[in-house]
């Protein structure tokens, strides 16, 4: 009987639960939102959640700077990635400044298919899907595809110009020399080719 053992194990060893439930919270604090088990989104509820009251803290006291430092590396000791300590603290923790507790919401939806696992989608409260925010981020995708993409030669021309300090544009040299074949290209034959065999 498993009396007074507190949390689930999640058939790892303690060394591998520490670093899978690490590596959840850091994903879901980056992205907002992440698909897991059930038993895996509730074992990294309360150690995200613990993360947050740590940067609420840190961000709160932010005018004596040592406390802030300290907030700081409690969560590195969890979360070992820099640019997600940044968005904890520059983002996150402001965000829920004014909420007590619960940032987090699981919604289950369903089985797996391979194994009938059941699934669930842990999220943090206010990255809930908005439309216009959505809208926005694909006419910035499409803005960026836009843009002409250079080949691997354009790119390399380029650099090779930068170094030489040469102004003449090399695309528009290729492009006078597109009368002749390019080096290596199979030259047109006018007579036809045998039929048949050899």
Known sequence: ???????????????ERRALLRGLATDLLHHEHIV?????????????????????????????????LAAKRLVATDISNDDVVTKLFDQLAPRYMDRPGGYTRILRLGHRRGDGGEIAQIELLGSEYDPKKAEAEKAEQEAATEAPKKSVGDRLRAAAQSLRGSKKDTSDATRAKAGKPARGAAKKTTTPRKAGGS
Do not use: D, F, Q
Request: charged residues 40%.
């Open 1 to 15: 009987m498993r009396h007074r053992y507190a949390h689930r194990r999640l058939g790892r060893n303690s060394k």
């Open 36 to 68: 897991t088990t059930v038993p895996k989104a509730k074992e990294v509820r309360p150690i995200v959640e613990r993360l947050i009251t740590i940067a609420k803290r840190g961000v709160k006291a932010a005018e004596p700077k040592g406390k802030t």
